[in-house]
């Protein structure tokens, strides 16, 4: 590598980084802005008990097809370090190509970033550092929070942050075109002969999930970018106290005098106009449908990682210790299992007391799971079938479980990752499913933002039109 990679601040050098390269250093560095807000706060992107850092309403998630179209997995251009180098980079930002200024600029930045992924957050160099999987899934995280963490309105995204956003992730992505699978392959010689060789291709599960996310990323672009000239606005910072939102912990409208700082959508006396409501509530369908569709991806990238040996070591030994006795009895009843009733039943009134539960349900569900998987050689034949009657109701409960638990996280979809997510996040080393998992994570939170703050407004109208 190339020791200029590695940037040493103490030293002395002929062109030390510029102002204001060091506060772009501050704001993009790995860990160093947290987003705030409502919309924020609940969201599953930033856990409270992960810094890898999850909603959907109750039907089930929109089926994605299954083959998408390549955008940048063919024919992508050619890296962004490729380009910074080659000073083409000035064509990224739409800036002027005579600005050295910016240029030398970006092409610190990136050099410290890609510094930072190769030594794993290691400043040390001593090999201490994460994986690459965990590193580029916190860059992609981290990124989100930087570019994201103070939007709080309907309104086009800053060009410099969009730009940043464009720029560092086409980066972080270019990783996956590298990422490649061989199949059997025949090759023709010049003299008629035929032989059969390893030919590569993108890896099915980048082949068909990177396009979608591309498309998802771009279409809420545009969504933000349609918020101009808009007939309502903001004031910063005043005080309402409007109702919750009964089915969902984050707050509609309510600024406390700790969060004085966020805006609230205002509208015309009259409320808005009849078109200017069914414009809202088509954008609102587009981003619930984005964000239906990036949770679908997310899911399967969590299910696809293996389950850490350290989260299955600390499993409790009984499925109804963990969920308790009142779960338990509703979840084993011989008469038809009703998820949502027994969600209704618990009467969950805060985000603390769903993600609790969630996490016993899920621990609950891979005990039954690993009991109902469990062979027995003892050979008598009545506790043989002891034991297929305990597997299959094993089977049951684990089922039930499952069920239980996609009901809780479509219920309340701000709800923050699970012990169980988080742990596969942070020993996944699979670097193609940590930049899905995360990129489709950040995604889900993005669109879910759009959705919160469309129903801000429409909310706020309908409550003046009621007067």
């Known amino acids: 590598m190339d020791s200029s990679l590695v940037c040493d601040e103490n030293s002395d050098m002929d062109c030390p980084p510029s102002s204001e390269d060091q506060m772009e250093r501050s704001n993009t560095d790995i860990g160093s802005s947290t987003p705030g807000g409502d919309s924020l706060d609940y969201s599953r992107t930033i856990s409270e008990v992960s810094t890898y850092s999850e909603p959907s309403i109750s039907d089930e998630p929109l089926p994605l097809p299954m083959r998408w179209p390549i955008s940048k997995l063919v024919g992508r251009a050619s890296p962004i370090l490729t380009k910074l180098r080659m000073k083409q980079h000035v064509d990224v930002l739409d800036e002027k190509p005579c600005n050295d200024d910016i240029a030398n600029s970006e092409l610190e930045m990136m050099k410290e970033k890609f510094s930072k992924l190769l030594l794993g957050e290691d400043m040390s160099g001593s090999g201490k550092g994460v994986c690459s999987a965990v590193a580029i899934s916190n860059a992609i995280t981290n990124l989100y929070a930087t570019v994201f963490g103070h939007c709080y309105k309907l309104e086009p995204l800053p060009p410099e942050k969009k730009s940043m956003w464009r720029r560092e992730m086409d980066c972080l992505l270019s990783v996956c075109d590298y990422i490649v699978e061989f199949y059997p392959s025949f090759q023709s010689l010049p003299d008629g002969t035929t032989l059969e060789v390893m030919a590569s291709r993108p890896r099915s599960d980048i082949y068909i999930n990177l396009p979608a996310l591309e498309k998802l990323d771009a279409m809420l672009l545009e969504i933000l970018d349609s918020f101009q000239n808009t007939e309502f606005w903001y004031d910063e910072g005043k005080q309402s106290s409007i109702a919750c939102n009964s089915r969902s912990f984050r707050r509609v409208i309510h600024r406390d005098d ?29 981003a619930n449908q984005i964000h239906k569709a990036a949770m679908a991806i997310n899911s399967a990238m969590l299910c696809e990682m293996e389950v850490p040996e350290s989260y299955l070591a600390a499993l409790p030994k009984s499925g109804r210790s963990s969920v308790g006795d009142s779960i338990y009895r509703r979840m084993s009843t011989p008469d038809k299992f009703c998820p949502d009733y027994l969600l209704d039943c618990l009467d969950i009134t805060s985000e603390h007391e769903a993600l609790d539960i969630a996490d016993r349900v899920e621990a609950a569900m891979y005990v039954w799971r690993r009991k109902a998987c469990m062979n027995n050689s003892k050979s008598s034949w009545d506790m043989v079938k002891d034991l297929m009657a305990d597997g299959d109701k094993n089977h049951m409960l684990a089922s039930r479980a499952e069920s239980l ?6 219920r309340y979809p701000e709800l923050s990752q699970t ?10 080393k699979d670097v193609g499913q940590a930049i899905l998992e995360s990129y489709s994570r950040v995604l889900e939170s993005w669109a879910f933002n759009i959705v919160a703050w469309i129903d801000d407004v429409l909310f706020i109208d309908g409550s003046v039109k009621r007067r």
């Open 419 to 428: 012990t169980l997510d988080t742990s596969k996040i942070q020993y996944n």
């Open 258 to 286: 700790e969060k004085w700082w966020l805006p609230v959508p205002c509208v015309p006396a009259s409320g808005l106009p009849e078109r200017s409501q069914k414009e809202l509530q088509q954008k609102r369908e587009c």
């Open 405 to 410: 638990l996609l009901w809780l996280k479509q």
